[in-house]
């Protein structure tokens, strides 16, 4: 641990004023932006689509870690892509194709990341590995903030982390859902997460999102 970047996730934060959260999470340590996209039907929940994504890269500078909770993506990838060029991940269960969308992410020169589900297993990731800059380990359900982090999760990213270890595959592990400055980052961490998500844990009324970032920090680094 140590360097566990922290992707505050703006679905989390305040709408109204969704430029000056992006701007206060850049301000205050922030290493990468995460924003969830949902369409209503991969998950029940709709958040935002491509105007929205580009209001928040137009923001800051730090990279996108766009998180597509969309059926199908590829018809939405290159609008999306226009506004938002850093990484892209979709759901292993929500595409028929995922080689070839893992390869049209890649042409456009993104990096590329593949989410899979609690339920889902290991194996829907592994014949891709060797493509992917990253994987999602979800520690919740997808479709909404606020869930408490499933434990479960943990011995399945710890697998993960020993097949990607075995074969020397330069790939980030991410969780997503439930962490919190407490043994949910820490644990996480140790069982091979690099990139922390949070999003009712930095934007909420009891912190500013400075304090939150920094409690985040500590407890990842145990
Ligand atoms: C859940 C989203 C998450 C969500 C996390 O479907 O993918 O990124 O914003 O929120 P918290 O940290 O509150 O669980
Ligand atoms: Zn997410």
Known sequence: GGTAPIAPSVLAADFGRLAQQVRDADAAGADLIHVDVMDGRFVSNISFGEVVVDCIRSATDLPLN?????????????????VSSD?????????????????????????????INPATPISAVEEVLPDLDIVLVM??????????????????????????????????????????????????????????????????????????IAALRDAANG
């Open 139 to 212: 520690t919740v359900n997808p479709g909404f903030g606020g869930q408490s982090f499933i434990p479960a999760a943990l011995g399945k990213l710890r697998r993960l982390y020993d097949v990607i270890q075995e074969h020397g595959y330069p790939v980030q592990l991410e969780v997503d859902g439930g962490v919190k400055a407490d043994a949910t980052a820490r644990d996480s961490v140790a069982a091979g997460a690099e990139i922390l998500v949070a999003g009712t844990a930095i934007f909420n009324r009891e912190q500013s999102v400075a304090e939150a």
């Open 87 to 115: 990484q892209v991940l979709v759901h292993a269960e929500a595409c028929a194709h995922l080689h070839r969308t893992i390869g049209l992410i890649k042409e456009n020169g993104n990096q590329v990341g593949v989410a």
């Open 66 to 82: 766009l998180h597509l909770m969309v059926h199908e993506p590829d018809r939405l990838l290159p609008g999306l892509m226009k």
